[in-house]
């Protein structure tokens, strides 16, 4: 065997090497895009669920309410008052102060960096930097959110303003996983990454839909859901009995 030869083998052993590295890299990456996909599509559909569960059949003394926080981009929250069972787990489903609030919240700016990072670790490409006076400082991915719930009951006390066992919270500051926001309140997701939450309430009267509006009962109540990646948004219209 000539020295040529052996070159020419090797070569061909390279290339294989690179065909089959890149196929096996292809594989596993489409089968992570394709878990991600169903485990989010999974949540959504628990999400409506329960959703469609909590609006079905309201109660005669509830109401929903919708306020707008934000106009750019449009962000709300969707109050939902005196249904018990709305969104509920654990071994005592109900809630003592049935007041549901639904927000698309930002994450926090360590919530994102730790995303990157993430992001970065299985890619190839170089992390985008901008330098400062201080050194080269890592960009802040583009903003996300999260559907988040909160409910007065994560955080329960006695008549004596001290916390009962079962109460998720043990304190008003909450704990090194789950901070309250500048209202006190806690929150906990529901969809851990979403792009937009848009509500819209159906004026029968004016025969329009509103995105902002007091404590009513809408005949019909539209949601949609962006989410990262997807180019439509999950819509879905739900009847108020």
Known sequence: ???????????????????????????????????????????????????????????????????????????????????????????????DKPVVTLCANPWSDERRLAAKGREFATSTSTSTSTSTATGAVSILPPERYSLAMSVPDFFRVTDEGEPVPESPMQSRQGNQFVKSDLQGRFWVDLLPEVSRVEWRFYDPAKKIWLEQSPPARPPLIELKLFLPGRTTPERTVLTIA
Do not use: C, Y
């Open 1 to 95: 065997m000539t020295l040529l030869e052996v070159v020419v083998g090797l070569a061909i052993l390279a290339l294989m090497a690179g065909a089959i590295h890149a196929i096996v890299s292809g594989t596993v990456e489409a089968t992570g895009t394709l878990a991600a996909s169903s485990t989010e599509d999974r949540r959504m559909e628990a999400f409506l669920n329960r959703t469609r569960l909590a609006l079905g059949h309201l109660p005669e003394q509830a109401t929903i309410e919708l306020k707008v926080l934000e106009n750019s981009p449009l962000r709300q929250e969707f109050i939902l008052r005196g249904v018990p069972d709305a969104w509920i787990w654990g071994p005592n489903p109900r809630w």
